[in-house]
């Protein structure tokens, strides 16, 4: 068998990356969240960059978004002041709906998936016995397959570092059978290069991103998803069921590197964050 020698190249570094082979998001990655039951957003300052779909709910189910059709007429998606990227739903013209139910199923995939994979490398990895148990505040993730059988909470003001110990490639997958609860000024950084790309949070309740708080990677969850005020996002949000926004900033980070450029920047640190 012949191969290029870039895709030679593409293959060593896979096969060398450190932790579980990464979660495959299908043609989900094409979007920054994604939901089936619809995404509210119930404040006038957030900023997404990349698309945001739900399905097989309407339109009508992105709400607080002012949704400005793309064609009158014959829009296959909308526009918002809120968003650099498209918004649609299953009420869009095709062929929008068939697109947007494939995605769910491939994020509907890639949850099973990153829920399923076997022979976790941590299982019930905790910070503190002082928070009931189920705190990850303070620690510093090697790459590598996780396992919770509870809730994690990220306690207030705590950070979680994820170390790529210098793989670029380094992969986490993260899996949580209750709630994930990112508390108020809580921080997820990333250093040695981790990416938030390569950072899967499977979870089987819902996940809360509190006030002023920062997280990072792919959140895959079965029920919902709750940005709260001024918390923030470099990744993706996936629920199968809805996702809620309250003056927040998410920037879309997949594999696919699925979220567009803005037309205009304006700072080096906003160019610095959407190179991905």
């Known amino acids: 068998m012949h191969f290029h020698f870039a895709t030679l190249l593409m293959l060593l570094s896979s096969a060398s990356a450190l932790g579980p082979v990464a979660v495959d998001l299908g043609s989900s990655c094409n979007y920054t969240i994604l939901s089936k039951s619809g995404v509210t957003n119930t404040a006038g300052l957030t900023r997404i960059v990349g698309n945001v779909g739900t399905s097989p709910i309407a339109a009508t189910a992105l709400t607080g978004f002012a949704l400005v059709p793309t064609n009158a007429g014959t829009a296959t998606s909308s526009t918002s002041i809120y968003v650099t990227g498209e918004l649609t739903g299953a009420s869009h013209l095709a062929p929008t709906p068939a697109t947007l139910g494939a995605a769910v199923l491939d994020m509907q995939a890639a949850y099973t998936d990153a829920m399923g994979r076997p022979n976790p490398d941590f299982t019930n ?119 809620t926004l309250d003056d927040v900033n998410v920037i879309g980070k997949t594999a696919c590197s699925a979220a567009p450029t803005p037309a205009s920047r304006t700072t080096a640190e906003e160019e610095e964050v959407l190179c991905f």
């Open 125 to 243: 990895y905790y910070g503190s016995p002082n928070t009931g148990g189920t705190s990850i505040g303070g620690l510093t993730l090697a790459p590598g397959l996780y396992k919770w059988t509870t809730v994690v909470t990220v306690p207030v003001g705590n950070t979680v570092t994820f170390d790529g110990q210098g793989d670029s490639n380094a992969v986490w997958i993260l899996q949580i059978s209750g709630n994930l609860a990112i508390f108020t000024d809580a921080q997820i950084l990333l250093i040695n290069g981790a990416q938030a790309k390569n950072i899967f949070w499977a979870v089987a309740g819902d996940i809360a991103v509190g006030v002023d708080a920062h997280a990072e990677g792919i959140m895959l969850t079965y029920t919902m998803i709750a940005l709260q005020t001024r918390s923030s996002l470099n990744g993706a949000a996936y629920a199968q069921t809805a996702v």
